[in-house]
């Protein structure tokens, strides 16, 4: 009988080990799920923070070309304007010389008409 009561004993201390180690077990894997959980939660918020600061990065660098474009537009219209002005003030110019020039030429072309004239009356007469 001694014999069943230390095979008895030795089952039950072998029976709460196995116990011991299923609760450790179990405990464990719960505190594994908890930081599995966690890293999932950060992982997560890492990939949404980081697609963020992507939208805000390609937004930020549509508002900078959309502001370059504008101000390359504007540039270019102000030099368009600019060379505009230029061009008429440059007709402008080159038409008052032509009619300076003009009128000079007919005053001399009027000048020798008349000395023509006169020697031509001088001739007859």
């Known amino acids: 009988m001694e014999t069943i009561y230390f095979v008895l004993g030795m089952l039950s201390i072998i ?3 196995f116990v011991a ?3 450790w077990g179990v405990v464990k894997i719960t505190k594994l799920l908890k930081v599995i959980k966690q890293q999932e939660e950060w992982i997560m918020n890492n990939d949404r923070n980081v697609w963020e600061h992507i939208h805000r990065l390609r937004d930020e660098s549509d508002r900078k070309s959309d502001d370059l474009y504008r101000e390359i537009n ?3 219209e102000d030099l368009d304007r600019n060379i505009n002005q ?3 003030e440059l007709q402008r110019e080159l038409d008052a010389r032509f009619n300076d020039a ?3 030429v007919d005053s ?3 000048k020798m008409s008349a000395t023509l004239k006169e020697q031509k ?3 007859k007469g």
Do not use: E, H, L, P
Request: glycine letters at 4%; a positive charge.
């Open 74 to 76: 504007k540039r270019t």
């Open 108 to 110: 001399r072309v009027d």
């Open 102 to 104: 003009a009128s000079y």
């Open 15 to 17: 029976g709460v080990a």
């Open 121 to 123: 009356q001088v001739i």
């Open 86 to 88: 230029r061009v008429t």
């Open 21 to 23: 180690a299923i609760v």
